[in-house]
């Protein structure tokens, strides 16, 4: 089971860090990757671990910009979001698989309930 935090209203420059907390033990055997579903359109690939080690993949309009990480003592993974700009205004879900390198959501097995990111202008 996996749960997204750390959403909120913020404004655009502005930084803020969302967590996935996973309540399985397992949660080192996963890959935790981010999308997101702006109101009227459909979810979208945000960032996950590549095939390639200590390689992520972005989408193109975050890259540079967001970053994920993990630490799994705490079962958790985290998506940073730095210079957020009103266009990543979503709902931002992690959800997890066993398999590297997978940025459609259809490869991924369990997803957390979404947490809303609002950037003002």
């Known amino acids: 089971q996996l749960q997204a935090s750390g959403g909120g209203l913020v404004q655009a420059g502005d930084s803020l860090r969302v967590s996935c907390a996973a309540s399985?033990?397992?949660?080192?055997?996963?890959?935790v990757g981010w999308f997101r579903q702006a109101p009227g359109k459909e979810r979208e690939f945000v960032a996950a671990?590549?095939?390639?080690?200590?390689?992520?993949l972005y989408a193109d309009s975050v890259k540079g910009r967001f970053t994920i990480s993990r630490d799994n003592a705490k079962n958790t993974a985290y998506l940073q979001m730095n210079s957020l700009k009103p266009d990543d205004t979503a709902v931002y879900y992690c959800a997890a698989t066993t398999r590297v390198g997978r940025s459609r959501s259809d490869e991924y097995e369990y997803w957390g309930q979404g947490t809303q990111v609002t950037v003002s202008s």
């Open positions: 671990p590549s095939v390639f080690a200590g390689s992520t």
């Open positions: 399985e033990r397992t949660f080192s055997r996963y890959v």
